[in-house]
């Protein structure tokens, strides 16, 4: 009996058994890009680790509702509530309508997703699709005493929130160190505590983004989206909430805080945290130059990268350590992964194709043992919160037993019917469905089809006329015509 | 000197010079799908020709904004103001939440419209992203006694607005008519007159989608969001707004009267609108059974289609009409547009390839002056109204011309190099980046990958070892190696 799946649980610090609010019903909330330049690398990492969490509660049976969101407005520069709103100063800089930066971002984050093969979340809202729930949320802490309003803008009262909750409890800081280690408050501050945040910021005349409300014309601050989406997608408790680590404080602290503040409850049971990535073991990070961005891991093209790695060279890459760790890229490691990613995927390929046939070999009840070993392996290591790492591994020992019944070192009869179905299901579940890994074309068809008239050429050359006949024959099943043209042999498609 | 381009505009029913409002900006709103089902073929073909009018506009070196909104909510039944929300209907019927059905239909959406390769719209608003704003014009028009309210619904009031404006004068109907043709009001109805149409409607208690308003719980009307979105990234008065002609009553005639009503000016300088399609000279229609989805013209998969048509022969069929006639289709003028297709995709290959060389030839005033004119002719088409139909034909007549350099029937240095410049980039731009055809794999690459290991195999056999390391060598180029097994010959990726 497979033991049952457990998650680390960043509010308890704990690996908890996942138990959801209403099974078969799960609802998972994982926070979206902000739209205002391309996606990076560690972002796609924290989504990806979050399609095989959805991939596989859906494999286990759960009905999952994901709510991935699009953060398009209210993101400030300093992701605090300082700074112009990241969007607005990108539209600024590029003279365009801040919704054209969010459309070209947000489809060009898509297009990833679909590079990466990650499925669609089930709901992706978006900040500005719910200005009237932000203001509605504003206005229910305001009456509960827990925000007040300066000039225009309305805070959270962390101090006041305090007195009956836990601020700091997700992220385990303590509001005394964080009153004490930040910024010293002005006369012109509008916050009466230096750890207030914004629930509503009042725009000046020159900020682009902006909607009437209570308390003028502003915008929402950026924690209240998600508060705002999770309770309305997903209910005021729901099950999985999903994020990056940087995102641990403040964001999803506030989250809780503007939730239980609103609803009396915590709003998440199970709180993840994906880890950050490194490059040759140092932080990634733009200002050190040792960041890249996915198109730049594609094409090569960065001076850190020696060569281009796949999307599922990379993703193959990135599955290969657990969501919770902190992951390395160097080049000898993604050279590794790409063998490794091949590896597995002619694996998927030859399984495909294999079919059991009785060969009358003796029943191995050690082998068999053996095999549902390792099949069980598979899916306690990714019980064992999600680790994708040790599933690939023991996913490599289920191949070996593959390519032994292919080569024949092993005897179909000697597994069983039964066994080898179970086999060959959990290979193609975990590899295409679960860590949703695919093929990728090698080259772009044209090549092939030059290489095939090259060959037709030279046995033309020869009057090896038979030859010639059958690759006319297999081009032109393929709608491929050869041409015999004065100036050379050409291609066209038939018309 | 090529004439100006010249659109035909549905308000005032004739050809007319473009001239836009602020050159050389453009502003163009297309009304987008409503995403409760698969988007039908009709709604396709309108939103290609708008794809082309944007590529053209751009090619004439306009800088266009262009917004296609995705209609979420507000959309009802029977497309007037009565019947249940299209979206929240379908969420009752699949027992999904209203979002979910959103996310579903509007990612099958942007699928096809990248199989279609069609650009992305700079803005792709939706109708829940907007709320605030239809709150705040239905209040404005309620200030300008323009519009009354009801148990919580907020109607707009036609006959008063009538009085000094022209309701109507878009779709040539006379308001006497309409509400002497319209169902009798009774006792029991919240409007004042029968073509009066909401802008806000109150939600009953079992209506999924709701909002908080002045008036109540309640929902935007249908009409409302495209005056909104329009307004808010495109100004009070934009250059050209398109969609079906379906659309054109009451839709648009009612986008007009709420823009005129706010803001007291006309909105749209250019209104444009495609034309429906027919299926064997028959008004496709889902009743009929003679309509059909994109997915099932590409898969042959419906009673009336003999075999299926890839997306650029559907497209290069579509394109082979001018927008705003009805488009027959028949298996017999979609086997003639693959060919039609194929032979245009063939001539692109072509002259990608060709480059001038000076040849000796005399200069021939005669071709010359022929292919200038065909150039000009292409140009001339796409202005008038684009029509990609006689630009399709000129393009064949360039390719007439492109086809005989190639022979050799026509020498490069008859016509020059200029003019052979100009010839080619015509035909690039026009087929690449205005009618946006592209070159579709004409098979799998695996396929391809068998037809070169069958003939490997072959040559194995016959113990022709130096074609054997040739084909050996080929693959591997192309990141594949042929392997010698016991059970045979099998390939697979590089490791």
């Given at each position: 009996m497979?033991?049952?799946?457990?998650?680390?649980n960043s509010?308890?610090?704990?690996k908890?058994?996942?138990?959801p609010?209403?099974?078969?019903?799960?609802?998972?909330?994982?926070?979206?890009?902000?739209?205002y330049?391309?996606?990076?690398?560690?972002n796609m990492?924290?989504f990806?680790?979050?399609?095989?969490?959805?991939r596989?509660?859906q494999y286990l049976?759960?009905?999952?509702?994901?709510v991935?969101?699009?953060?398009?407005?209210?993101?400030l520069?300093?992701?605090e509530?300082?700074g112009?709103?990241?969007?607005?100063?990108?539209?600024?800089?590029e003279?365009?309508?801040?919704?054209?930066?969010v459309?070209?971002?947000?489809?060009?984050?898509?297009?990833?997703?679909k590079?990466?093969?990650?499925?669609?979340p089930?709901i992706?809202p978006?900040?500005?699709?719910h200005?009237v729930?932000q203001?509605e949320m504003t206005?229910?802490?305001?009456?509960?005493?827990?925000?007040?309003?300066t000039?225009?803008?309305?805070y959270?009262?962390?101090?006041?929130?305090n007195?009956?909750h836990?601020?700091g409890?997700l992220?385990?800081?303590?509001?005394?160190?964080?009153?004490?280690?930040g910024?010293a408050?002005t006369?012109?501050?509008?916050?009466?505590?230096?750890?207030?945040?914004?629930?509503?910021?009042?725009a000046?005349?020159?900020?682009i983004m902006?909607?009437?409300?209570?308390?003028?014309?502003?915008f929402?601050?950026?924690h209240?989206?998600?508060s705002?989406?999770?309770?309305?997608?997903?209910?005021?408790t729901?099950d999985?909430?999903g994020?990056?680590?940087d995102?641990?404080f403040?964001?999803?602290?506030c989250?809780?805080?503007?939730?239980?503040g609103?609803?009396?409850?915590?709003?998440?049971?199970y709180?993840m945290?994906?880890?950050?990535l490194?490059?040759n073991?140092?932080?990634?990070s733009?200002?050190?130059g040792?960041?890249?961005?996915?198109?730049?891991?594609?094409?090569?093209?960065?001076?850190l990268l020696?060569e281009?790695?796949?999307?599922?060279?990379a993703k193959?890459f990135?599955?290969?350590?657990?969501y919770?760790?902190?992951?390395?890229?160097?080049n000898?490691?993604?050279?590794?992964?790409?063998k490794?990613y091949?590896?597995?995927?002619?694996?998927?390929?030859?399984?495909?194709?294999?079919?059991f046939?009785?060969?009358?070999?003796e029943r191995g009840?050690?082998?068999v043992?053996q095999?549902?070993?390792?099949?069980?392996?598979?899916?306690?290591?990714?019980n064992?919160?999600?680790?994708?790492?040790?599933?690939?591994?023991?996913?490599?020992n289920?191949?070996?037993?593959?390519?032994?019944?292919?080569?024949?070192?092993?005897?179909?009869s000697a597994i069983?019917?039964?066994?080898?179905?179970k086999?060959?299901?959990?290979?193609?579940?975990f590899?295409e469905?679960?860590?949703a890994?695919?093929?990728?074309n090698?080259?772009?068809?044209?090549?092939?089809?030059?290489?095939?008239?090259?060959?037709?050429?030279?046995a033309?050359f020869?009057?090896?006329?038979?030859?010639?006949?059958?690759?006319?024959a297999?081009?032109?099943?393929n709608?491929i015509?050869?041409?015999?043209?004065k100036?050379?042999i050409?291609w066209?498609?038939?018309e």
């Amino acid at each position: 009996m497979v033991e049952k799946l457990r998650i680390y649980n960043s509010l308890t610090k704990k690996k908890e058994v996942f138990e959801p609010l209403e099974p078969p019903f799960v609802g998972m909330y994982v926070c979206g890009p902000t739209v205002y330049s391309d996606v990076h690398l560690g972002n796609m990492r924290t989504f990806m680790s979050f399609d095989v969490v959805y991939r596989y509660l859906q494999y286990l049976g759960y009905k999952v509702r994901y709510v991935r969101n699009i953060t398009d407005v209210g993101h400030l520069e300093n992701d605090e509530d300082e700074g112009e709103d990241k969007i607005s100063k990108k539209a600024r800089l590029e003279h365009l309508e801040p919704m054209e930066i969010v459309q070209k971002y947000t489809n060009g984050f898509h297009d990833l997703t679909k590079i990466f093969n990650m499925l669609s979340p089930d709901i992706e809202p978006s900040a500005t699709g719910h200005i009237v729930e932000q203001i509605e949320m504003t206005q229910a802490l305001l009456n509960k005493g827990l925000a007040y309003e300066t000039n225009g803008s309305v805070y959270f009262d962390v101090a006041k929130y305090n007195k009956d909750h836990n601020y700091g409890k997700l992220s385990g800081r303590n509001i005394e160190d964080m009153m004490e280690s930040g910024r010293a408050l002005t006369s012109q501050d509008e916050k009466h505590n230096n750890i207030d945040f914004a629930l509503w910021k009042s725009a000046s005349p020159e900020h682009i983004m902006r909607w009437n409300s209570p308390w003028g014309v502003g915008f929402p601050g950026w924690h209240l989206e998600c508060s705002v989406m999770g309770t309305k997608y997903l209910g005021k408790t729901f099950d999985i909430h999903g994020g990056g680590l940087d995102l641990q404080f403040p964001h999803h602290e506030c989250e809780i805080a503007q939730s239980v503040g609103t609803y009396g409850n915590d709003p998440v049971r199970y709180w993840m945290h994906t880890n950050m990535l490194t490059m040759n073991g140092q932080k990634m990070s733009k200002s050190l130059g040792n960041s890249f961005l996915p198109s730049e891991l594609f094409t090569g093209n960065h001076p850190l990268l020696d060569e281009p790695y796949s999307p599922m060279t990379a993703k193959f890459f990135m599955l290969q350590s657990h969501y919770s760790s902190t992951l390395d890229f160097s080049n000898e490691a993604l050279k590794a992964s790409r063998k490794g990613y091949k590896k597995m995927i002619n694996g998927l390929r030859l399984v495909k194709q294999m079919e059991f046939v009785e060969d009358g070999t003796e029943r191995g009840e050690a082998v068999v043992g053996q095999i549902e070993k390792i099949i069980k392996a598979c899916h306690s290591s990714m019980n064992d919160d999600f680790n994708t790492a040790l599933t690939i591994g023991q996913l490599f020992n289920l191949l070996k037993k593959i390519n032994s019944l292919h080569t024949g070192q092993l005897g179909f009869s000697a597994i069983g019917k039964e066994v080898f179905e179970k086999m060959k299901s959990t290979y193609i579940d975990f590899v295409e469905n679960i860590l949703a890994l695919k093929e990728e074309n090698p080259s772009d068809y044209k090549e092939m089809v030059e290489a095939m008239v090259a060959i037709y050429k030279e046995a033309k050359f020869r009057k090896d006329f038979e030859r010639v006949d059958k690759i006319r024959a297999g081009l032109k099943a393929n709608g491929i015509i050869v041409k015999d043209m004065k100036s050379g042999i050409e291609w066209a498609y038939e018309e």
